[in-house]
């Protein structure tokens, strides 16, 4: 019954949210660039930024004057700085296209370039060059989906009740060589439990229910599981702790995986096996305990509503905070908020999920710590705007943790990028002016995604990738668009048909090089 209710109250809300996006930018005309900048209070630094619609990664000092910049065609997302200096990203060729991973130096040539070219593999979102320390050399992780057909996910226990016809593509991770060799792979069909089939092998056991597995995914939950499963838009890598990060944003909740206990150096089959098996199981997970029936989900009724022990609606850039910084070794996460009950609003939260030190990785589950009031007790800060109109973000989007405790975050729906203090005071803000249309230095009654970007990242001058680099502002991105670069100013209001509707170190060790 609880899922039946779980799968009404997830219509009701994709419908009711589908039209809230007029919450998102109160303003017929809105200015980009820069709009606020406290010098007393951010945190000093530069800004990495890569618009969907512009064929160009950005670098921009607090002034919100271009620095550099790198031509890009086909952008897989986002860029981010390096250990060694070089700059990584993405790109795709095109819509289900897997994706090409090509580190650049600081003029845009290209050092190396990585795709997995497997049949019935599909790279996508998001990636992260670390050291893997079993093979004392660089690898490259990336979010990649598996294709099925309908009759594996009959043998691994899908009730054919459900549904008729359960082919879909299930996300994992890859992990690669610098010679484009998989040495390691973790995909979430091998890693199912169901209580609907007993002669299947994962049958839940005698007296047991879905909720004595949490380490496993409920391959019934719902509706059952088709399509996109999960849609893994975010991974992160712990050197520390040789585990990774998995975001879940279709219910709402992130799993951590060993990739060090399932990874034997020099043995990609036995790699492979052994995450596939018990021991690539979840270690943790944490956000929706009503996926393998642990919690309460939503709910509503004539009289309450309530959201039970759901924590994050709709999630983006699951990390763990950097060594050195406010809060080192705990989760930071961009919930966006797709699907609260109450409101339509985004927050970014900052979980200490722990039994001691990080390095013991003891990990509390999340009914087991508590909450207060619905909320969690695990989360230990949290932002969100006072006026829900100021900030909320559809879909992408991200945060990153500053040197002096602020926070950096990109509401990607919208293209606006702000930096709150720990007490929550926004002390910079700057609003993306690559669209749909070109440069622009108004935006008008725009359609969400007119500025759309994936995630940010501010760099300090003393980075690898900026000492010793000239630094000089050349101007504005609009300025400089207006004088024929990047094809040249926009100029007027949109066409109506664009209009819308009323932990670092090394090179990649232990992460992105750019969350330091």
Not at 176 to 197: A, C, P, S, T
Not at 199 to 215: F, H, L, M, R, S
Not at 250 to 256: A, D, H, T
Not at 293 to 317: K, L, P, V, Y
């Amino acid at each position: 019954m609880l899922k039946k209710v779980l799968i009404t109250l997830a219509l009701i809300i994709l419908t009711t949210t589908a039209g809230s996006s007029v919450y998102a930018y109160q303003s017929h005309f809105g200015p980009t660039e820069l709009t606020y900048y406290d010098k007393t209070k951010a945190f000093n630094g530069y800004t990495l930024f890569s618009p969907f619609q512009a064929r160009n990664t950005f670098l921009i000092d607090m002034e919100g004057n271009l620095i550099h910049s790198w031509e890009r065609r086909g952008v897989e997302k986002y860029a981010y700085f390096l250990e060694n200096g070089n700059m990584i990203w993405g790109l795709s060729t095109g819509r289900g296209q897997p994706a090409r991973y090509q580190e650049v130096d600081w003029d845009g040539n290209v050092i190396w370039e990585l795709q997995d070219t497997r049949e019935g593999y599909t790279a996508h979102h998001d990636f992260q060059k670390i050291w893997n320390k079993e093979l004392k050399a660089y690898t490259l992780l990336m979010v990649s989906s598996r294709e099925i057909t309908h009759e594996q996910g009959i043998a691994a226990g899908c009730d054919p009740k459900l549904r008729e016809n359960y082919r879909s593509v299930p996300d994992g991770v890859v992990e690669m060589d610098m010679k484009g060799n998989v040495v390691w792979e973790w995909n979430i069909f091998d890693h199912l439990i169901q209580d609907v089939d007993p002669t299947k092998e994962n049958y839940v056991g005698k007296g047991k229910t879905i909720a004595d597995y949490p380490g496993k995914m409920d391959i019934n939950f719902g509706r059952g599981r088709t399509d996109d499963w999960i849609h893994t838009n975010s991974i992160d890598y712990n050197e520390e702790l040789d585990q990774i990060a998995v975001n879940n944003s279709r219910q709402s909740e992130f799993y951590i995986i060993d990739h060090g206990g399932t990874f034997i150096p020099g043995d990609p089959k036995k790699s492979i096996e052994l995450a596939a098996s018990d021991a690539g199981d979840f270690l943790f997970r944490w956000g929706n305990p009503a996926v393998f029936d642990a919690g309460q989900g939503i709910s509503a009724n004539e009289n309450r509503i309530s959201e039970g022990d759901q924590q994050t609606f709709f999630t983006h850039d699951i990390q763990w905070i950097r060594d050195g910084l406010s809060g080192a070794g705990n989760f930071l996460i961009f919930d966006n908020g797709t699907g609260h009950l109450r409101g339509t609003y985004s927050s970014v939260y900052e979980i200490n999920p722990y039994k001691g030190p990080m390095k013991d990785g003891i990990y509390i589950p999340q009914m087991e710590a508590g909450s207060s009031r619905g909320a969690s007790k695990q989360i230990v800060w949290k932002y969100k705007s006072e006026n829900p109109c100021s900030f909320w973000a559809e879909n992408i989007s991200g945060a990153q943790r500053m040197p002096n405790g602020n926070t950096v975050i990109c509401s990607g729906t919208w293209g606006q990028f702000f930096e709150v203090t720990k007490e929550g005071e926004v002390v910079w803000e700057y609003i993306c002016p690559g669209t749909r249309a070109g440069i622009r230095k108004l935006i008008g009654d725009g359609r969400a995604y007119e500025n759309a970007t994936f995630r940010v990242y501010r760099y300090a001058a003393d980075h690898p990738a900026l000492k010793g680099r000239d630094l000089k502002p050349l101007g504005t991105i609009t300025e400089l668009a207006a004088q024929g670069k990047f094809g040249g100013l926009m100029k007027g209001t949109p066409a109506p048909q664009e209009r819308g509707k009323g932990k670092g170190g090394k090179d990649g060790k232990g992460g992105k090089g750019g969350k330091k």
